[in-house]
Antibody, heavy 127, light 109 residues
Framework: QVQLVESGGGLVKPGGSLRLSCAAS????????MTWIRQAPGKGLEWVSHITYSGSTVYYADSVKGRFTISRDNAKNSLYLQMNSLRAEDTAVYYCARQMGEVPSATPPADWYFDLWGRGTLVTVSS | QSVLTQPPSASGTPGQRVTISCSGSSSNIGSNTVNWYKQLPGTAPKLLIYSNNHRPSGVPDRFSGSKSGTSASLAISGLQSEDEADYFCAAWDDSLNGLFGGGTKLTVL
């Protein structure tokens, strides 16, 4: 079954750390860029970070740069998000998603979309 | 505030045609393709339209996408009660950022 399953969310105090995991199954994980997207309660979607096939290149939203680290283990079909120095505004459901399209692209227009999503894991940052 | 601008709400009656707009700039919609997602309450988003106007397998042909310049639109024809949901547009920005619109809540009256 083709699916993504996130885990690792929970309640953490401001300034704390948390590591999210995403287990992929049913497809060749190493053939895809992977992405983390979050959604604050009652708000819209926000791209957080994405990682290339081998993990050699990563990209981050300005809002998390320097605090979050994305990584992957293709042998374990797993994606990770290490979140440090957490803030109240990081409170959100975090989704793992399979990305289609390689961005940035040397040949625009660039495709960038997500055809498979996990159910999400809730991260709450509060004292 | 999202860089991709969508109306916060839209509505229509069953059978009607509804369009949702998404406005961006030359560095995102003007340079790259647009995609659309549907999200029901408490669930993950689902891909509806990719590469401006392509439908993934299983998405009814009542849904269509278009793009012109720095704007894009999602059209839903033959509106049904199950279309009531939040809809988000998205595009890559050449400033090395992924962008989503703020979302449009569609109500079927």
């Amino acid at each position: 079954q083709v699916q993504l399953v996130e885990s690792g969310g929970g309640l953490v105090k401001p300034g704390g750390s948390l590591r999210l995991s995403c287990a992929a199954s049913g497809f060749t994980f190493s053939d895809f860029y992977m992405t983390w997207i979050r959604q604050a309660p009652g708000k819209g979607l926000e791209w957080v970070s994405h990682i290339t096939y081998s993990g050699s290149t990563v990209y981050y939203a300005d809002s998390v740069k320097g605090r979050f680290t994305i990584s992957r283990d293709n042998a374990k079909n797993s994606l990770y998000l290490q979140m440090n120095s957490l803030r109240a505004e990081d409170t959100a459901v975090y989704y793992c998603a399979r990305q289609m399209g390689e961005v940035p692209s040397a040949t625009p227009p660039a495709d960038w979309y997500f055809d498979l999503w996990g159910r999400g894991t809730l991260v709450t940052v509060s004292s | 505030q999202s860089v991709l601008t969508q109306p916060p709400s839209a509505s229509g009656t069953p059978g009607q045609r509804v369009t949702i707009s998404c406005s961006g700039s030359s560095s995102n919609i003007g340079s790259n393709t647009v995609n659309w997602y549907k999200q029901l309450p408490g669930t993950a988003p689902k891909l509806l339209i990719y590469s401006n106007n392509h439908r993934p397998s299983g998405v009814p042909d009542r849904f269509s996408g278009s793009k012109s310049g720095t704007s894009a639109s999602l059209a839903i024809s033959g509106l049904q009660s199950e279309d009531e949901a939040d809809y988000f547009c998205a595009a890559w920005d050449d400033s090395l950022n992924g962008l989503f619109g703020g979302g449009t809540k569609l109500t079927v009256l």
